[in-house]
């Protein structure tokens, strides 16, 4: 039974139902008449198979034609609306972007976009004159490139008040299909020029001025641009995991601080307390020495002169038990060196060499060889030798200071009546002598104690002791104060600068080096010698917007708002200011320094690519703008 063609007509389109058999899934159907399956190698008979009747065949038949039917009706009725949607809605004049549209749909009149008490006709739009005071109705011409808020007036809006001369539109709109749609400056509107790098259509060239045609190039643009663009997620997605690393180790940095702050705030605490004992030690140390009785100014006792001699002659024979060791060591160097050398003389000499002097010399070497010599010092007299060589105050062998006590006189005896008295009552005695004593002389009455004009040692030592704690107790609170300040500084947004604090990069540049150490310094350095320059110190973090192009490589800055570092307080300028520097901070994949120029005298720029602003912009640290690669 042969399948009828059905013809459908939906305007100048025609299907037959066998056409869009492609269409619908493909059922493989048995012929009607007859028992053979060939022709068919989709179906091949099996025995388990039953036949198909004859009538569900028919029955298949016309289900399948209907499926086809409204599967061709759908199609017609979806490209109708498509073309009913297509003649209603007007086509956009040359030059307007989709955003725009909305201000070209009347086919009556044209309303100037920001003068909208201005009218016009149509077909005034695009004529190549300006008749909107904001160039709205010319987008696809340069009539208007010159408009500014500057310029004087035209006939069309004399009765407009306070008409605004500012462009209306950002540009002349190319829709570069297969690439991404831009704008163009008014002024590059058939100047002759193909502007592929915005508007890779050719569109703005649509005048052929001169005879220049410019081709269509936003298929080989736009897959480049891909490319790169494929390569810049990438290199985007390897930026900020090392950011996330250089947060990770700036907030374990940052827990260093904070744990050196408690430690030395308890450090401090303790060093308090140390310093407050050590004040009470030295005030009673000064009340005793101040109530010890007045001492003669003579030469003191022959006791304290032998205990002085014997101090001085021991304190000689260590010097020179010392220096006898070190000329011990040179003479066991000089001697092993001669013996290395008649050793190796012995080895290497040539025994029939008739030189009865050499034959004499390597005998007489030989009998010294052979003979016993007593070793000269060992590692246990070394030890022994070391420790009698220290001095007295090392070793603790000897306390000079027990025995250099000035011999007491009658007098003082009568001051140390107390030590005569019974233990119940020595004490009280003592201390009311003593600050009788100590009365007397802050009085006048008597002088104070001195040893021809020296202090005692226990006093000395009371002093500096607490000397010491104070010393100590001053560094500490310095490094607290320091650890504090960094702790408070701005390192941006989650203190991802401290990671990178200290560290520098570099950059060759004509005749010099640029070097950039982060929150640190910026520095110029000439290669052709000489001092380096100083062009800033770090000040502060900073925020500002900029609007530059991307280069295709994503070595740039981009638009939006970027994260700058800013450098004060450089060297001197002759005839001019301190150098300064704004680092100014864009998304990479790496430290690199992309840019440097001189913005005015002795102020510079840098453009720098860092993975610590990637996924951030703006200001200190709750800034969460993006950042583009």
């Known amino acids: 039974m042969p399948m009828r063609s059905i013809y459908v007509s939906c305007d100048s389109y025609r299907f037959t139902a066998p056409e869009m058999m492609h269409h619908v899934p493909r059922i493989a159907v048995p012929p009607l008449f007859g028992n053979t399956w060939r022709g068919y190698p989709d179906l091949k008979r099996r025995e388990h198979l039953a036949p198909i009747h004859h009538n569900n065949v028919i029955i298949l038949h016309g289900i399948l034609r209907l499926l086809i039917m409204r599967r061709i009706i759908y199609g017609c009725v979806l490209a109708r609306l498509t073309q009913i949607v297509l003649a209603a809605e007007p086509s956009r004049p040359r030059g307007v972007g989709p955003d725009h549209a909305k201000f070209y749909k009347s086919t009556d009149l044209f309303t100037c976009i920001s003068n909208p008490s201005i009218k016009l006709s149509p077909s005034q739009i695009n004529d190549d004159y300006c008749d909107c005071p904001d160039g709205s109705d010319e987008p696809g011409t340069s009539a208007c490139s010159s408009l500014s808020h500057l310029s004087p007036s035209y006939a069309s809006d004399l009765s407009a008040d306070n008409a605004s001369r500012s462009m209306a539109l950002p540009g002349f709109y190319c829709k ?192 010294y060889v052979a003979r016993d010599r007593p070793a000269i010092g060992n590692d246990a007299q070394d030890r022994d030798l070391d420790e009698i060589a220290k001095p007295d105050s090392e070793t603790g062998v000897i306390k000079w200071s027990d025995w250099e006590e000035g011999e007491e006189s009658d007098v003082d005896v009568l001051y140390k009546i107390e030590e005569y008295l019974p233990v119940a009552v020595r004490g009280w005695v003592d201390q009311r002598l003593r600050d009788l004593r100590i009365l007397l002389v802050e009085n006048g009455i008597i002088a104070a104690s001195t040893a021809s004009g020296d202090e005692s040692q226990t006093l000395t030592d009371a002093r500096d002791a607490l000397k010491a704690a104070q010393d100590g107790e001053s560094s500490l609170r310095q490094e607290l104060s320091g650890h504090k300040d960094d702790f408070a500084q701005d390192y941006g947004a989650n203190d991802v600068f401290r990671a990178l604090k200290g560290q520098c990069i570099s950059k060759d540049s004509g005749e010099y080096n640029y070097e950039l150490c982060w929150l640190e310094r910026t520095t110029q350095k000439s290669k052709k010698g000489g001092s380096h320059t100083g062009m800033g110190n770090f000040a502060r973090i900073d925020s500002i917007t900029v609007d530059d192009d991307l280069p295709p490589d994503g070595k740039g800055l981009g638009s939006g708002v970027r994260v700058a570092l800013r450098y004060e307080n450089g060297q001197h300028c002759w005839n001019g200011p301190n150098r300064s520097t704004l680092v100014v901070l864009a998304c990479a994949e790496r430290d690199e320094i992309w840019k440097i120029s001189e913005e005015e005298k002795c102020v510079y720029r840098m453009e720098v690519g860092t993975p610590a602003v990637c996924e951030v912009g703006g200001k200190g640290k709750d800034g969460i703008a993006k950042d583009e690669l």
Do not use: M
């Open 176 to 367: 570069n299909k297969g690439h991404q749609p831009s704008y163009v400056p008014f002024l590059s509107v058939n100047d002759g020029v193909c502007d592929y790098d915005l508007c890779c259509d050719g569109s703005d060239e649509w005048g052929h001025v001169g005879g220049l045609k410019c081709e269509d190039k936003c298929k080989e643009i736009g897959k480049e641009w891909r490319k790169n663009d494929e390569q810049r997620k990438k290199s985007l997605g390897v930026a900020g995991k090392k950011r996330r690393e250089l947060v990770s180790e700036a907030g374990r940095l940052r827990k260093q601080v904070e744990d050196r702050i408690q430690t030395l705030e308890t450090e401090i605490q303790g060093s308090v307390l140390k310093v407050k004992s050590l004040e009470t030690a030295l005030a009673d140390a000064e009340r005793q020495e101040r109530g010890k009785v007045v001492r003669s100014s003579g030469q003191g006792s022959k006791l304290g002169s032998l205990i002085q001699a014997a101090k001085d002659r021991i304190e000689e024979l260590r010097e020179s038990l010392i220096e006898v060791r070190v000329q011990r060591d040179t003479g066991k160097a000089r001697l092993a060196e001669l013996e290395g050398i008649l050793s190796t003389f012995k080895a290497e000499y040539n025994p029939n060499f008739n030189d009865e002097g050499v034959k004499r010399t390597v005998r007489s070497w030989e009998d």
